[in-house]
């Protein structure tokens, strides 16, 4: 009997409604950690996967300047960086300038906006109602 009493006692305390109240609010509380930390996993992998393009684009954009690098670093790249970037010339050579001018001229109209739109449109207007 002493037994069933203490048994007892404990149900009672474990089923009571403050215990269960207690207990849910916990589940609610780690619930909401989890969510949290669900959502910044997200954003972290959606960082992760930015961060690996911005890698891919470095690591091309330094390949592509040690390239250029090592073709700066041959006699033939320094003459070809030189005539290319200051215009200059070796000795005995010509310098034949042309200048590039288009063959065809546009013509771009100017977009009317939207106020010049509407004071055209009731120019008209009154204008109609002037005849």
Do not use: C, H
Not at 3 to 29: A, D, H, K, P, V
Not at 72 to 89: F, Q
Not at 90 to 97: M, T, Y
């Amino acid at each position: 009997m002493k037994e069933y009493r203490q048994n007892f006692f404990w149900r009672r305390i474990i089923y009571s409604y403050w215990n269960i109240f207690i207990l849910g609010l916990i589940i609610i509380f780690l619930a909401q950690k989890i969510f949290i930390i669900y959502q910044k996993y997200f954003f972290t992998k959606e960082k992760l996967e930015l961060v690996k393009r911005e890698e891919k684009k470095i690591s091309l954009t330094e390949s592509l300047s040690i390239s250029k690098l090592d073709n700066i670093n041959s006699p033939r790249g320094i003459e070809e960086y030189l005539r290319r970037t200051y215009s200059v010339k070796k000795e005995g050579e010509g310098v034949l300038i042309i200048y590039d001018t288009p063959t065809v001229t546009y013509n771009i109209s100017k977009q009317k906006t939207l106020v010049e739109e509407f004071k055209e449109w009731y120019n008209d207007i009154t204008e109609k109602f002037k005849k």
